[in-house]
């Protein structure tokens, strides 16, 4: 098996699990279900045209990512954060970042830095088409994928944990056209930078573009 193809996953046929997942995941990322809303799972199983059982498991993975609280007499709550929560998630996101990028520029192969090049240009045709959840949603991946391309399946798994947590936030800390040219080209910085296996310069741009994020997060709170 070539490099590349032991590189990348099979693609696997999606199980209704995952389609509910998915949808509940971007119901609360779009603010359809907003924070600190109780879920109800007859009004949003009868939405999505699913029955209880596997919303319910949807509802337990969302829990697991931190997206969701369970809890006692009220069920599944949208978790809201504070402030500090997202300083301190964003802290930790950016370190974990930072170490899988530099990883990333001294192990990585050209295939795998080429396949992240690839999913930032379908990022930016997203952009100019101003289609914002698709485009969040490959903002996310390339981000994971940098994190993923050091080898290193425990940050990895951090990395994923924590970004997780706050997806409805950095979804909507890029409205306005003004913020989400200035996330779009702190990408471009980070590409760039990996494209040229250029560690410090990959570590300051991604630095950059996460102290950037709590700012424009933090005018959404």
């Not at 319910?56 to 969302?62: C, H, M, N, P, S």
């Not at 402030?83 to 001294?106: H, M, T």
């Not at 996460?210 to 933090?218: C, F, K, N, Q």
């Amino acid at each position: 098996m070539s490099e590349t193809a032991a590189e990348f996953p099979r693609i696997t046929r999606r199980t209704l699990h995952d389609e509910v997942l998915e949808r509940v995941r971007d119901m609360i990322i779009e603010g359809q279900l907003v924070p600190g809303q109780r879920i109800n799972e007859g009004l949003v199983g009868a939405q999505l045209g699913v029955s209880r059982t596997p919303l319910r498991e949807a509802i337990k993975t969302l829990a697991s990512e931190g997206l969701v609280e369970i809890l006692p007499a009220k069920g599944a709550i949208v978790r809201k954060f504070s402030a500090r929560d997202l300083a301190d998630i964003l802290e930790v996101i950016k370190s974990l970042e930072q170490l899988g990028g530099r990883i990333a520029c001294a192990q990585a192969s050209d295939a795998t830095i080429a396949a992240i090049d690839k999913m930032h240009q379908d990022m930016l045709a997203l952009y100019a088409k101003r289609d914002r959840l698709d485009y969040f949603k490959l903002n996310q991946a390339i981000h994971s994928a940098i994190v993923g391309a050091s080898g290193n399946a425990v940050l990895l798994e951090m990395h994923t944990t924590l970004q997780s947590r706050i997806k409805r936030l950095r979804f909507v800390g890029n409205e306005g056209p003004e913020k989400w040219a200035g996330a779009v080209a702190e990408h471009e910085d980070m590409i760039s930078a990996l494209i040229r296996r250029d560690a410090e310069a990959l570590a300051e741009a991604i630095g950059r573009h996460m102290d950037t994020t709590l700012v424009r997060v933090r005018e959404v709170l």
